[in-house]
T-cell receptor, first 116, second 115 residues
């Protein structure tokens, strides 16, 4: 069975500093990986995805994620954090050949707090 | 462009009452989904639909029913609400055949409390 682990419930970072939100995954075939962000009282918004190709994926709002096959990780990064980045971040995965979102497994979420 | 719209946004039910949550999407997506979000558990799939007139069970379907009579609408029903169904419910849609875009778009959520 596939799974996603977000080992940190909360990450605190000072405004202007680089941020990393960690994600590791387990899937039987090739992974199709996603990051979503959830602002308070809102639904999830798509940030970026990895299917194949370049291991560094760029997404919305200046975020990027690095796919590392040997470490089965897909960490979310941003060079300089903004207070407005404070939100709940979800990593998700499915097997590339398994079909639609009904096969996607979501992580438990990491709360990012950017301190002014 | 409204995207995915859920109604209602908030609801309090008494144990044993029934209700229907409505999800509407205006993106001509083929697939629609209902998730529940509980603290520390991420999103769990309740039911989904891969096209008008079709439905299928997800990870946690017990106590819920769904219908997709029209492509743009996906209804989630609770026949006899239980306190364990207190949660935030999200609808999502995906897959545009025209553009082949497979990203999922989520509604704003329905916060349901069962007392």
């Amino acid at each position: 069975a596939q799974s996603v682990a977000q080992p940190e419930d909360q990450v605190n970072v000072a405004e202007g500093n680089p941020l990393t939100v960690k994600c590791t995954y387990s899937v039987s075939g090739n992974p199709y990986l996603f990051w979503y962000v959830q602002y308070p009282n809102r639904g999830l918004q798509f940030l970026l995805k990895y299917i194949t190709g370049d291991n560094l994926v760029k997404g919305s709002y200046g975020f990027e994620a690095e796919f590392n096959k040997s470490q089965t990780s897909f960490h979310l990064k941003k060079p300089s954090a903004l207070v407005s980045d404070s939100a709940l971040y979800f990593c998700a995965v499915r097997d590339l050949n398994s079909g639609g979102y009904q096969k996607v497994t979501f992580g438990t979420g990491t709360k990012l707090q950017v301190i002014p | 462009n409204a995207g995915v719209t859920q109604t209602p946004k908030f609801r309090v039910l008494k144990t044993g009452q029934s209700m229907t949550l409505l999800c509407a999407q205006d993106m001509n997506h083929e697939y629609m989904y209902w998730y529940r979000q509980d603290p520390g558990m991420g999103l769990r799939l309740i039911h989904y639909s891969v096209g008008e007139g079709t439905t299928a069970k997800g990870e946690v379907p017990d106590g819920y029913n769904v219908s997709r009579l029209k492509k743009q609408n996906f209804l989630l029903g609770l026949e006899s609400a239980a306190p364990s169904q207190t949660s935030v419910y999200f609808c999502a849609s995906s897959y545009d055949i025209t553009t082949m875009n497979t990203e999922a778009f989520f509604g704003q959520g329905t916060r349901l409390t069962v007392v």
